[in-house]
């Protein structure tokens, strides 16, 4: 069932699917050594926890829990 409906949300074949709770993301983003993303601007989110300061950070598994967590960003403009 989990399957089909990744299948359907991706737009493709899947052959395994793996389900991992928030302590293992972490170590599995952690166990990578640490995961690169490229954002617009910077921004934080104050209820996850979320602080990007620049526009190329260097995640660790926290980081990146906060990252997905996140519902509420506040972009930074002019430092603020």
Known sequence: EASASAQTWLGVTTTHLLTVDMAQFATIIDFMGRLSITVDEPFRDANAGLDIPGRRP???????????????????????
């Open 58 to 80: 260097q995640l660790t598994g926290v980081n990146a829990l906060a990252l997905v967590r996140s519902r509420h960003p506040e972009v930074y403009r002019d430092g603020a």
